[in-house]
T-cell receptor
Framework: AQSVTQLDSQVPVFEEAPVELRCNYS??????LFWYVQYPNQGLQLLLK??????LVKSINGFEAEFNKSQTSFHLRKPSVHISDTAEYFC???????????FGKGTLLTVNP | DAGVIQSPRHEVTEMGQEVTLRCKPI?????LFWYRQTMMRGLELLIY????????DSGMPEDRFSAKMPNASFSTLKIQPSEPRDSAVYFC???????????FGSGTRLTVV
């Protein structure tokens, strides 16, 4: 079985500040890791994913996440946030031959002017 | 590519009535997933299909819920009879084995009164 823990349910920050959204997972097999973003009244959109290779993965809008196997973490970071980054962010894990994703509870990122 | 299409976007029904939610996955995707999102439980996987065959329905809450995928381009999730506790946003997502990472639909917001 696999699980995901997102340590913060809400993260308020000011515009242009750096942010880190934390994600820890547990799995007995090798994992694939994902971050999704959900804007109000919309579905989830894939932000970035780690499948193999480089442990640092990046999105087109400036977010990055690093897979840390020893700490079983996949934290999401952005050096400078914008108002438009306000959304809920979900970490998810898929492992082994089990193709289904298990999602964390989500972190609401609120960027204030 | 129109993405994953769900209908209706909103559904309000009375307790005891039958509700049918519909989903059209992205052409060429061989996996289809139904998720339910609530404030209390977050995102829960209800059931998923591979090549139109149900693979795991362990998340279906009770016999009142059923899902079908008669062909590669259409799936339904039915609740009969509906209850107020079924009120949630129901998401459909699709993917393929060549490219991990789901594409979600915009969801159906179900309210049972």
């Amino acid at each position: 079985a696999q699980s995901v823990t997102q340590l913060d349910s809400q993260v308020p920050v000011f515009e242009e500040a750096p942010v880190e959204l934390r994600c820890n997972y547990s799995s007995s097999v090798s994992v694939y890791l994902f971050w999704y973003v959900q804007y109000p009244n919309q579905g989830l959109q894939l932000l970035l994913k780690y499948l193999s290779g480089s442990t640092l993965v990046k999105s087109i809008n400036g977010f990055e996440a690093e897979f840390n196997k020893s700490q079983t973490s996949f934290h999401l970071r952005k050096p400078s946030v914008h108002i438009s980054d306000t959304a809920e962010y979900f970490c998810a894990v898929s492992g082994g031959s089990n193709y289904k994703l298990t999602f964390g509870k989500g972190t609401l990122l609120t960027v204030n002017p | 590519d129109a993405g994953v299409i769900q209908s209706p976007r909103h559904e309000v029904t009375e307790m005891g009535q039958e509700v049918t939610l519909r989903c059209k996955p992205i052409s060429g995707h061989d996996y289809l997933f139904w998720y339910r999102q609530t404030m209390m439980r977050g995102l829960e996987l209800l059931i998923y299909f591979n090549n139109n065959v149900p693979i795991d329905d362990s998340g279906m809450p009770e016999d009142r819920f059923s899902a079908k995928m008669p062909n590669a381009s259409f799936s339904t999730l039915k609740i009969q009879p509906s209850e107020p506790r079924d009120s949630a946003v129901y998401f459909c997502a699709s993917s393929n084995t060549a490219n991990y990472g789901y594409t979600f639909g915009s969801g159906t917001r179900l309210t049972v009164v």
